[in-house]
C-alpha cells in the first residue's frame, strides 16, 4: 500500500507544480505536452483529482480525532 500511497503523492505534486506554472507563468504544462483538452490532457487532470481526494483521505486517517 506504501507504493501505491506513493505514486498517488507525486501524481499529486505534479498537479501542483503544473498549477504553480500556471499561477505563475500562465503556462499550462500537461496541455502543451498533451494538447489542449485532448483526451489524454482531461485523462491527467482526471486522475490528478482523484489522487487529491484520495490524498486528503490518507491525511484525515493519520489524523486522531479522539477528545480526551
Known sequence: METVQKILLIITIVGA???GLIGIMDFDLVAFLFGS?????RI???LVGI???V???LLMS???FKRD
Open 17 to 19: 507544480v503544473n498549477w
Open 37 to 41: 483538452m485532448s483526451l489524454l490532457t
Open 44 to 46: 491527467v487532470y482526471t
Open 51 to 53: 489522487c487529491g481526494l
Open 55 to 57: 490524498n486528503i483521505g
Open 62 to 64: 493519520h489524523i486522531d
